[in-house]
């Protein structure tokens, strides 16, 4: 089982300090954990460290005993998969184009018939085969993000960073791309973090959740432990009511307090 940790993690923008000596505990593979918290809190940024985008002023990441820093780019890109939060699409590519770029990556650029079929697979199983040769400047945001997620799940990586992947989304689809999201992560007993701002949808999809605020992890723990502590009133500084739904789901209230 593959495990991921973050250890007295420390990153400032210039003087500002966002993350101040952040510690998570070790998260299992074969889950999904969702990364909570307010707007500006730090959860692209802990994302950025975790990936190698950014590098910690103190502190490490560990996956597995290994700490990340010591490895290599090529080699840490194959480990961690980062789906960002904003898609530049201004490319004249296709989404069959692009998902195949995020295939090949890291694999030389000769395409064979495999290739093309497993390109073609994906675009299926995100059910976006029909987009596939549309040009990915053509698409709406929740089209966009589809392709993103799906540029994402083709890759084969230990652990999987989805940056609001589900933002731009209607109903429908944000079921069914965290539906895949944590089947993928079983079925490859990889590891899923999943920023959100949907709390609901936190609940209902991550198997852990971290609630980030004030450059800190506040809390860590299943639904029913993050979700029914005083914690999120106040980082998010609202009232908030938890209820159990129809189907047994943790259900979240929040009020302007
Ligand atoms: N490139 C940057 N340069 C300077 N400051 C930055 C940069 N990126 C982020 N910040 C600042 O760092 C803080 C954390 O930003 P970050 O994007 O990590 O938060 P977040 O929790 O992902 O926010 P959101 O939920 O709004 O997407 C914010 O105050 C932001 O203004």
Redesign the pocket.
Known sequence: MTKLSGENLSFS??A?P?LKGLEFDPLPSGKLTALI?P???????LFRLISGLAKPAAGHVILNDTNLASLGTRERLKRICFMP?YFAANAALTVFDVVMMAHKQLRGWRVSGADMAAVAQALEEAGIGHLSQAYVSDLSGGQSQMVSVAQALIRHSDVYLFD?PTSALDLRHQLEVLTRIRATMMARDSIGVV?L?DLNLAARFADHLILLGQGRILAQGSAETVLRSPAISETYKVEVETSTGPRQDLTVHAYAS
């Open positions: 923008y210039g500002r966002v918290g707007n500006a809190a730090g959860k692209s940024t939060q609001e920023a701002h």
